[in-house]
């Protein structure tokens, strides 16, 4: 009985402290749940167009949000095709061509490898905290699972999206969805994440659901499967020179 | 003049052989023609395309802009168009100004999206320069904010019509996404490649705000009274609005087209040297058939007392008259030829269906006709007709008389 009054004085508690919380401070602490200092996985892109599913896959390191590396392995015409990412600048390895590729000004525009997500998506490492004035516009019910609602704007011109809104569990501390939208308040892409799994300490989306607005019957997932986190990753997978290796 | 007329009545005395010469001689001749009007139809037609819709006679840029063909930076735009159009308005010369935004962006019909090149024109001015206003073959011209012209093969593509609504996305200034909702207005037919299946002209102002450059313009187009003296007046447009700023006309602006284009003449040089060898070996072929025949008759001539350079003088006519017919016959068919391509022309789309063209017209090229060249392939055909009669004229008046007559 006591026990019982404890937790509920518990859970109230907790309820009167999360109302208290500050949008930015959900976010820090999403922040602390799911950035990673490195992963390594491997991860299959279900790309959706028009009712047919085509899948590839790719096996991946990053460290930290700043570096990382992806290279296809399947299917056969994508096979060998390797993204490096340094920052703010990504490079592009075909087999055919030899030779590594800036992706840069309105190229970052496009499709990755034909789906949703276009190289701006996978570019971006800062964080929303810095770049954004947070607020919390309220609650929200997603999947069944009770959710904060965050409304992001610009501080300063200079990012991808003037806005965001994002649906953070209350439970867990994960984004469930996030919406992006255009200066103009018109929205363009809308990511989910789901299969969350505890994987040392952290909780990690293992299906990104990307789905381009702009588009009609499109959809792309990312299901992350063998992922290690906090492994020991050797610098020179992040160099021009390993992504140009024969 | 006796020879002129000796040479007269042997052309008419051999009907056939006269005919069949002058015929193979007027083959060669309508192809060149033929050749020439279709290149001068296709140049012609690629540089109205570029005056007419692309860049008028000169263009302004902010120094650094123009940094290579196909990008469009948005980091060096004209900041304050209106200093410009105040500065040089005065200058004689000028028949026209317009600002234009050019912005590379992308369409969503709500299904699938589409790489285009955005355009922000200023509605009124824009006409008075372009022949793009003239080009709305269905629906209507920009008017409001929110308005959109695309070219009938994008339409096409997409499957758009007057009345349909398309997203236009876009990275403004600072790398920010921003997208707007238009509705077209109406289709662009131009007969430019550009226009007609990639671009999206949208209201100047409408452009500003979805790049986030306030009163920034990329470019100013200027339209000259008289197209041929463009240098004097460029340098007097970049002398008034000084050197952050930079002048080009358009020749300089397509210089990489007009690679082509000398390129392309070299090519049309060499085919029509191989009309003229095909011509030139026909018209030896019938002459040297025509002089052996009447090498008795060369043998009788002299026997007769005819001197050799009389009998030469005598060939030389009738090669000149033969040549003279066929001549004027090749130029008449390729005259009709060239009239039928300036009102008809060639139809090439069949073969470019799919092909990305830098060249920017279409592929149904009509005719320009050159009166000079026409002239020029005239006496050409003539002077070969004459040179190939005298080599073997030559060699047969070295014959002895009696010789000449035994000849069969």
Known sequence: MKTTKMSLLM??????????QTGSEILERVDRNTVVTSSHYDAIMKISLGGTIREKRFTGYAVGKSRAYMEFTYPARDKGTRFLKIDDEMWIYMPAIEKATKIAGHMLRQSMMGSDFSYDDILENEKLTSLYDIELIGTDTLDGRACFVLQLKAKAPEVNYYSRKLWVDKEMYVS?????????????????????RRIDGYTFPTLIRMVNTLRKDTYTELLLE??????ETPDRIFTRAYLERK | MKLL?????????????????AAAISVGLSSMIFMNTMMNGADKMASRNIIDFETSHLEVFAKDYYREEGVFPLDTIIENPRYIADGIKDIPGIKGITPRVKFQASISNGIDELPVLGMGIDIENDRRIFETG??????RYLQNSGDVLIGTDLANDM?????????IIT?????????????VAGLLNTGHPLFDRNMAVIPIAQAQELLAIEEGVTEMCIRAIDEETLGPLKEKVSEEIGAQYEVFTWKEMNAAIFEISGFKRAGQFMIGLVVVIIAAVGIINTMLMAVMERIPEIGTLKAMGFTNSRIVRMFIYEGGIIGAFGSALGCLIGLLISIYLVHVGLDFSGLFENVDIVYPMKFIIK?????????????FGILVSVIVTLWPVRKATKLEPVDALRHV
């Open chain 2, 171 to 183: 990275k403004d200034r600072n790398g920010t996404y921003n997208a707007f909702d238009l509705e």
């Open chain 1, 11 to 20: 859970m109230f508690l907790g309820a009167i402290c999360a109302s208290a």
């Open chain 1, 226 to 231: 063998e992922v290690e986190l906090d492994i």
């Open chain 2, 159 to 167: 499957s758009l019509e007057v009345g349909s609504y398309i997203t």
């Open chain 2, 367 to 379: 005719g320009e006709i050159d009166y000079v060249n026409m002239l020029y392939v005239f006496l």
């Open chain 1, 176 to 196: 469930m969805k996030v919406e992006l939208y255009a200066k103009s308040g018109k929205l363009l892409k809308e990511v989910s994440m789901g299969e969350f």
């Open chain 2, 134 to 139: 003239n080009s709305v073959v269905a629906g």
């Open chain 2, 5 to 21: 007329n000796i040479a007269w009545r042997n052309v008419f005395r051999h009907t056939r052989r006269t005919i069949i010469t």
